[in-house]
């Protein structure tokens, strides 16, 4: 048995979650709501849809005669979401199942199609809540902890933290020296150990 037919009896056994979804899909599979399943696993972190298996707990191989063209559905899948989807077929005892592998969106980009930002809620696709929309929106926000702060005098700094640092920097450089500057010496002089 290869790599890949092992992975699908490993994923065969798990439970569908935000990030692994079932569809039996025996002749055909409707190209519209692949991609909204497409969308929705994308918004909630990638994941894998697999069509050609039952849904329910034990699962068992049915088959697939959907996407017969995985080249045009893999591009049409780029052209509707702007994801570059990975699809693999492999055939067990003569019956075909089609993995599709999701991608992650893009850090504080949703996904939408067709004007709708696709999540799943249970068994259901539904459009993003406005709380989740807010929070994936949010991430690109500033990292305000990176930000050079002009005013910050040494005790604004935490000596575990300057500890931590000055350790790591005496093994990168191999400057045993620096352990005999004081905290305040040592931040102001730490970009000539560079």
């Known amino acids: 048995m290869d790599s890949l037919t092992n992975e699908l009896y490993a994923l065969m056994k798990q439970r569908e979650s935000a990030r692994l979804e079932f569809k039996e899909a025996k002749n055909n599979y409707d190209s519209d709501k692949l991609t909204q399943y497409c969308c929705a696993l994308a918004n909630e972190g990638g994941g894998k849809l697999l069509l050609g298996i039952t849904d329910k707990i034990p699962r068992s191989i049915v088959g697939s005669h959907a996407c017969r063209n995985l080249e045009k559905t893999k591009s049409d899948l780029i052209i509707r979401l702007h994801l570059r989807i990975e699809i693999e077929e492999i055939f067990v005892d003569n019956k075909r199942v089609i993995i599709f592998t999701i991608p992650s969106r893009p850090i504080g980009v949703p996904i939408q199609y067709q004007g709708i930002y696709w999540m799943r809620r249970?068994?259901?696709?539904?459009?993003?809540?406005?709380?989740?929309?807010?929070?994936?929106?949010?991430?690109?926000?500033?990292?305000?902890?990176?930000?050079?702060?002009?005013?910050a005098k040494i005790e604004d700094l935490d000596s575990t933290s300057i500890k931590i640092f000055r350790e790591l920097w005496m093994r990168k450089s191999g400057n045993n020296s620096l352990k005999s500057l004081s905290d305040k010496q040592f931040t102001q002089r730490h970009r000539s150990y560079r």
């Open 122 to 151: 249970g068994e259901e696709l539904v459009p993003m809540t406005s709380d989740m929309l807010k929070r994936i929106f949010n991430e690109a926000e500033p990292d305000f902890s990176a930000q050079i702060c002009p005013h």
